[in-house]
């Protein structure tokens, strides 16, 4: 089946484009769009383009950054104001794929390809649609109901800076070294307020169709003070909730067993 191409220089003309077709996709980097035009997939005919500068920007608003849907992973890494996200964009494939894989793609990647998703959830960002008149969608509610947001136009997310060095933490854990693709990830951010953790927020990876939050974690740790005993108990509820998966990469029981140990480095500071 042929596919047409269409290109839009305004973002409210890709986005009725995009709207009023279930056949039509939004191609940002291609590394989702490319890939399934690649496998012949026949669930689409047109790909929607936008030119759009401010699609590929990164800009300071308040308390955080507006960061474009267009904007890559190697632009995030080189940037200084998200220097707080540039380790997480750098463990997303390898330069190649840097180079053409964007925030807003990131945002409906699948299985075990949403890293930079789970740290943009553990951040509390919210996602802001083309039309929806300047109200952002809090990302968590956004992942819920991410199949109906499908045929929306993803204009930029805003991520908040986090508060003070070090409430912001990452983790990647892969079976190959430095670019193979997650047996999962978590994302924590513990902003603290007389030494005890105020609003907890841990976000997984490869834990669900999509990112998480892993709220028994939070629990924990919410009001303690970060040390081993707290550390403990939140590594002990790693996977409330939960049901992990099982696919190509690792099964659900391996999964369970291993979040724990993982979450309990990333919380005590410990590098693998």
Known sequence: MPVRVETYDRTEDAARALSSSRSARFLGGGTLVMRAVNAGDQSFDTIVRLRDPSFSTIRSEGDGYTVGAGVTMAAVAQSRDLAFLAPVARVVGG????????????????????????????LGATVNLAGSSGRGIPIDDFLRDRERHATSLVLSVTVPRPREAGAFRFLKVSRVKPKGVSVMSIATYLPQSGGRVQGARVAYGSMAPHPVRATGVERALDGQALDAAAIDRAAAAATQGLNPPTDAIASGWYRTEVAGVHLKRLLAGERR
């Open 95 to 122: 330069p190649a794929i840097r180079n053409m894989a964007t925030v807003g793609g990131n945002l409906f990647a699948t299985g075990n390809y949403g890293d930079f998703t789970v740290a943009l959830l553990a």
